[in-house]
């Protein structure tokens, strides 16, 4: 059996937060898209070095970026659409984590 410290977010010592205001972010993005029943599926592409994993979801990419100090930008990724695409959430935002990678 699992217990979840939902407190631990509160406490401005601990990094938490961020978690909670990421897990909000993709609760709301599922709520406007849909997302998670979607039928496709399928990881596009895995880098270890990079420390990125992108991957299909329904209509969506998504691409998570692992690196402890680095952010990508014009990072090439393949995927089943031609058409240009749109971000609709961006983790490097300050609003999500209201600070900067090189601060771990």
Not at 83 to 100: A, G
């Amino acid at each position: 059996m699992c217990r979840r410290r939902w407190d631990l977010c509160d406490s401005p010592k601990l990094r938490y937060q961020y978690l909670l205001n990421f897990d909000i972010a993709m609760h709301k993005l599922e709520s406007d898209v849909g997302w998670l029943n979607a039928n496709h599926q399928y990881i596009s592409l895995m880098h270890e070095k990079d420390k990125l994993i992108s991957f299909e979801r329904g209509d969506l990419l998504f691409v998570f970026n692992f690196h402890p100090s680095r952010s990508w930008e014009h990072y090439r990724i393949g995927t089943c659409w031609s058409s240009p695409h749109v971000m609709l959430l961006n983790t490097d935002e300050v609003n999500i984590f209201l600070i900067n990678k090189g601060l771990f």
